[in-house]
């Protein structure tokens, strides 16, 4: 059973960067598709970005497309979100999650993911 720590949130001002960081614990961290998804306050948490095992194969929301870059380092058993270029509309906790499902490469949906973090908050100021 992997557990997984975020760090890395924190408060910037709108068009700054930040790297959120993902560290796993208790698991074969190779063997999980990983993935970010965020929850602002009054809303659903959404998708974000998501990488394969390898790290080969990366998607993202279209709302951070272009601006943001997921990676992996399965020796450091650590998943990381490069954000660039924020805006206050991307202010919310920021989740890290991983799963081991076969039947997948990687995953787009809250429900894809058995393991989450307990998140980081982000906030973006005008």
């Known amino acids: 059973q992997v557990q997984l720590v975020e760090s890395g949130g924190g408060l910037v001002q709108a068009g700054g960067s930040l790297r959120l960081s993902c560290a796993a614990s208790?698991?074969?961290?190779?063997?999980?598709?990983m993935g970010w998804f965020r929850q602002a306050p009054g809303k659903e948490r959404e998708f974000v970005a998501a990488?394969?095992?390898?790290?080969?194969?990366?998607h993202y929301a279209d709302a951070v497309r272009g601006r943001s870059t997921i990676s992996r380092d399965n020796a450091k058993n650590t998943v990381f979100l490069q954000m660039n270029s924020l805006k206050p509309e991307d202010t919310a906790v920021y989740y890290c999650?991983?799963?081991?499902?076969?039947?997948?490469?990687?995953?787009?949906?809250?429900?894809?993911?058995?393991?989450w973090g307990q998140g980081t908050q982000v906030t973006v100021s005008s």
């Open positions: 999650a991983g799963d081991r499902s076969s039947s997948r490469t990687l995953g787009m949906a809250t429900f894809q993911y058995n393991h």
């Open positions: 208790g698991g074969t961290f190779s063997t999980y598709y």
């Open positions: 990488i394969s095992r390898n790290g080969m194969i990366t």
